[in-house]
């Protein structure tokens, strides 16, 4: 009996231990969703994870706007090489989808060139900078400073209260060549995709130096070192157009300096701003204590770089760089290849650590724009193999950069932002010229109640054409009364054009037909090398001359018409003084361009297919009508009555 009982205790104590040697399924449980994914391990391409951290609500404090309450917030965008090639330029996506304005973000920058802080609610990319190339595990025996990148975001976002995460709609790698799932979700708090080579795209790397392709855009900028000391270096920055319709006047580029560094001197341009307060109050003056700062240009972290006149191109002090000094004009290709490109140098000086001969970090956030203008969206530098430049003593020889970046910047439409130039529409038939669109380019902020930014712009007679919008309230409201159209109150607003275009349908008969085209400029600075581009859809392979200017179809870009000044006509004033009590008059130039119907028929000029689609102006497209001039809108009463009745109202409107 004292056996059995022994026995059962024994027995008992080896249950015991048994049981506490097995975890519980709910110690399992929680194990296993705190042990790390194993999808990072199994992911032999480039592994990406976005993870929200942490956040909080901010002031203003809404309380019966719940939608745009704002809060903190605090997360990791980690990319990690598992791949078996490097990761050249690495930039990914991340789809911000609650409102986000993006305060910093280490370790990288936009790939559009934008400064921080910056709403990033539709999504944006990140660049890696200073590590841009991310290596293999094979070339660094795993190690993860030189594989993997971490960028620590903080932000705004707007209408997630904790616990709720504001997550991105998707993360996924931008670069070329690679095959990106849908992002799928890791708990509550973290997007992760996994990236693969795509086996259908052949590597643009080359083997032997491992740099990458160079890239085709819009605009193309190079940033080419051509002297290198252990304090200082010497680059020359190449602006390059490709697109038949851009071109950029009185450009100005700006980019942002990383690390401390500024500009001591330049050739073939000029910082807009000569400001060297910033390094003499700054660690600049500190460490370079022997360095004359009186002769230094600029030492903002953003400069603005213009270029100089032509009458400084020979200068021994600023001058004397090819494709330099030609007062921020770069043509289209289409135009004058010999004048599609401008180049500069500038002499930079660096800081600690940065002090040795080889140690040579281009700036970022490059931003480049004109007047009267495309807008232009730039991307990050990308290394790319050296340039060969001409060599600077004349020799029949080439010159190898010591280090090259491509800067690639393409045409976009920016949001909210309005055309500078407009068109006006009229007709042999039609008495009236169908006007810009109101607040075509724009209204002013504080124009009150003193016109109307929807009302359709009233009708006008040609002759109001030159006379300023402020000026022609009369002629337009006569005009009005004698065509018994009704006016709105408030009066529309101005088009607040720079350029205003009027494409006048001259004559249409059985075997062609003609336009006349008349620019008007409103600014007062002057265009030289002027061009106007006119895509006409289906009469545009009927184009024969433009009589004053110089008409080109170009080849594949949508029937497009190029159009520029003949020689002694290719200079657009700006609007100028007659006499003093009259109004100003705009610079003007005009041309009649023939179409034949040979090539073209069917169409039916009239009613449409004799006005434009699209109209460039220096590459900036313009505001069309929403309407054509109709044959249906004449005027019962005789027209000498008209222009009679006009005269009059011009001539008291003139005394008055």
């Known amino acids: 009996m004292a056996g059995d009982f022994n026995g059962l205790i024994i027995f008992s104590l080896i249950v015991c231990l048994t049981i506490t040697q097995i975890p519980s399924v709910q110690s ?34 809404l309380k019966n706007d719940p939608i745009h309450q704002p809060y903190r917030f605090e997360s990791t965008l980690t990319v990690l090489n598992n791949g078996a090639d490097d990761l050249k330029s690495w930039r990914a996506f991340v789809g911000f989808q609650h409102g986000e304005f993006l305060v910093s973000a280490s370790n990288s920058v936009l790939a559009d060139g934008t400064s921080l802080p910056v709403s990033v609610e539709n999504g944006t990319v990140f660049a890696g900078f200073p590590q841009s190339d991310l290596k293999t595990g094979i070339e660094t025996a795993g190690d993860l400073t030189q594989m993997e990148v971490q960028v620590d975001l903080v932000g705004t976002q707007f209408g997630v209260a904790p616990p709720d995460v504001p997550l991105p709609s998707n993360v996924t790698l931008v670069n070329d ?21 795509d ?39 190449t602006i390059s157009n490709h697109n038949p319709l851009g071109r950029l006047d009185y450009w100005k580029l700006s980019w942002d300096w990383m690390r401390d560094e500024f500009i001591y001197a330049m050739r073939g341009a000029y910082p807009s701003v000569v400001d060297t307060t910033d390094c003499i109050f700054g660690p600049q003056a500190q460490f370079y204590q022997a360095l004359d700062f009186s002769v230094a240009l600029n030492c903002q972290r953003r400069p603005t770089i213009v270029d100089l006149p032509p009458s400084k191109a020979n200068d021994t002090n600023l001058g004397l760089v090819p494709f330099c000094c030609r007062n921020g004009t770069i043509l289209p290709p289409s135009m004058d290849p010999s004048k599609s490109s401008s180049s500069f140098q500038v002499q930079v000086y660096k800081m600690p650590p940065d002090n ?14 004109g007047t009267l203008n495309p807008d232009y969206k730039c991307g990050p530098p990308v290394r790319v193999s050296p340039s060969e430049l001409p060599d600077s003593n004349g020799l029949p020889t080439n010159t190898t950069a010591v280090a090259s970046w491509q800067v690639i910047c393409n045409i976009t439409q920016q949001k909210n932002v309005s055309p500078k130039c407009c068109v006006s529409f009229s007709a042999y038939f039609n008495e009236s010229i169908i006007p810009c669109k109101t607040c075509a380019c724009g209204c002013p902020s504080n124009r009150g109640r003193t016109c109307s930014s929807t009302a359709p712009a009233l009708f006008i007679p040609p002759e109001a054409q030159l006379v300023p919008f402020d000026n022609r309230t009369a002629l337009a409201l006569a005009w009005a009364e004698l065509k018994h159209r009704t006016v709105p109150n408030p009066l529309p607003c101005s088009d607040n054009c720079g350029v205003t275009i009027n494409w006048h349908l001259y004559t249409d ?15 007062e600075i002057n265009f030289a090398d002027w061009f106007v581009a006119v895509e006409m859809d289906k009469a545009g ?30 200079y657009l004033i700006g ?43 220096n590459g900036d497209e313009c505001s069309l009508p929403g309407i054509f001039p109709t ?19 011009v001539l008291m409107w003139v005394e008055h």
Request: a positive charge; glycine letters at 8%; proline letters at 7%.
């Open 28 to 61: 399992q449980k929680t194990a296993s969703a705190q042990a790390p994914a194993p999808s990072a391990d199994t992911c032999n391409g480039i592994y990406i994870t976005y993870t929200y951290n942490t956040g909080r609500k901010i002031q203003p404090f």
């Open 177 to 197: 060549g690679f095959l990106c799932p849908s992002a799928s979700k890791q708990g509550n708090t973290t997007m992760v995709v996994c990236c693969t080579k």
């Open 199 to 237: 086996p259908n795209v052949t590597s643009g790397i080359t083997v032997d130096d491992q740099f990458l392709p160079r890239q085709s855009g819009d605009l193309t900028i190079m940033y080419d070192v051509i002297k290198a000391y252990e304090s200082n270096y010497w680059a020359q920055v």
């Open 356 to 369: 040795n001969i080889s140690q040579l970090v281009p700036p970022q956030n490059w931003q480049i724009n």
């Open 509 to 523: 008969y059985s075997r062609g037909w003609t336009a006349r085209m008349t620019l008007f400029n409103w600014e």
């Open 541 to 570: 392979p009927g184009f024969q001359k433009a009589y004053s200017f110089n008409g080109t179809l170009l080849d594949g870009v949508n029937n497009t018409i190029f159009m520029q000044g003949l020689p002694g006509l290719n």
């Open 575 to 617: 609007e100028t003084n007659v006499s003093a009590n009259s109004p100003l008059v705009p610079g003007k130039q005009q041309s009649v361009i023939s179409f034949s119907k040979k090539t073209t028929p069917g169409i039916n000029v009239a009613d449409g297919d004799g006005f434009p689609v699209k109209v460039y102006f």
């Open 631 to 649: 044959s249906s809108s004449h005027s019962s009463r005789p027209v000498m009555l008209i222009s009679f009745l006009l005269a009059v109202v």
